[in-house]
């Protein structure tokens, strides 16, 4: 379990350092997703298991490929 956490963490700082980068607040970013803010709270604080939609749309909304959301996981 702990490898789960562990890329559930990463996962969600990695969420949130593109956002950030972005210029996106939390809110406005989950907006643009289609998403809850206090989902995507919950999100880059490695509390949620994201369905693969959910993985595509984050990365849509950041401009990226899903390749470069998990670089580095």
Do not use: P, W
Not at 1 to 18: H, T, Y
Not at 40 to 54: D, F, K, M
Not at 55 to 62: D, G
């Amino acid at each position: 379990m702990a490898n789960k956490e562990d890329i559930l963490i990463r996962f969600g700082r990695r969420v949130r350092e593109l956002r950030a980068e972005r210029g996106y607040s939390q809110e406005a970013f989950a907006h643009e997703c289609e998403l809850d803010r206090t989902y995507v709270g919950g999100i880059e604080r490695g509390e949620r298991n994201l369905a693969l939609r959910n993985i595509e749309r984050i990365a849509e909304t950041l401009g990226v490929t899903l390749a470069e959301l998990m670089k580095g996981l």
